[in-house]
């Protein structure tokens, strides 16, 4: 069964909005991450957040993090047509070896010009 | 794309026939992973590596084998191919643990 689950699954926005999609996961994590993936492509790691972390920046995304309400939500600012992607949420788990990493389905964003 | 080649990208193949997916990483990364992509599944992990010889199952294991005699190939084995296994599979790297993980750009196989 799926660890995490994105909210929503498609969202359609105008070019210079904000975009917030949200995750939501089962069991406790030792992290927490964002993919993207373009059209046919693979996945790009965008940003993680470990459990003991609340809030993270990196250039126009903002990721937090709450455990007690094993949530989590991707902000991304002044979104531009190349943002237009899938982004998936992946959890990693505690005692898992390595990065073994448990995705939910994703949201398809599109940011029309 | 981190040094992550998959090979075959495309590959069709008839029921019943084994298939055979490499993955070949150049950054020295200990773990080696392989998910498959289906449309309302996300991606799922069927084996990974955390070293040479040293393989273990995912969440969607059964009908795949898979062989690491070096530390930079990955090697995915279908026995016999079923149309359930029609899907993009996807390799994956990392280095220490619970760090980021580094996606190859995945083989689309599908099975008639």
């Known amino acids: 069964s799926q660890q995490g689950e994105e909210d929503p699954q498609a969202l359609s926005i105008q070019e210079g909005e904000n975009a917030t999609m949200n995750c939501s996961y089962k069991?406790?994590?030792?992290?927490l991450q964002w993919y993207r993936q373009n059209s046919g492509r693979g996945l790009v790691h965008l940003i993680l957040i470990r459990s003991n972390e609340r809030e993270k920046h990196s250039g126009r995304l903002r990721v937090t993090l709450d455990t007690s309400k094993k949530s989590s939500s991707l902000l991304i600012t002044a979104s531009r047509a190349a943002d237009t992607a899938s982004y998936f949420c992946a959890t990693g788990l505690p005692g898992a070896s390595g990065s073994r990493l448990t995705f939910g389905e994703g949201t398809q964003l599109t940011v029309n010009p | 794309d981190a040094g992550i080649t998959q090979s075959p990208r495309h590959k069709v193949t008839e029921t019943g026939t084994p298939v055979t997916l490499r993955c070949h990483q150049t950054?020295?990364?200990?773990?080696m992973y392989w998910y498959r992509q289906d449309p309302g599944h996300g991606l799922r992990l069927i084996h990974y590596s955390y070293g040479v010889k040293d393989t273990d199952k995912g969440e969607v294991s059964d009908g795949y084998s898979v062989s690491r005699s070096k530390t930079e190939d990955f090697l995915l084995t279908l026995e016999s191919a079923t149309s359930s296994q029609t899907s993009v599979y996807f390799c994956?790297?990392?280095?220490?643990?619970?760090?980021?993980?580094?996606f190859g750009q995945g083989t689309r196989l599908t099975v008639v």
């Open positions: 994956a790297i990392s280095g220490p643990p619970n760090t980021e993980a580094f």
């Open positions: 069991t406790s994590i030792n992290n």
């Open positions: 950054e020295n990364h200990r773990y």
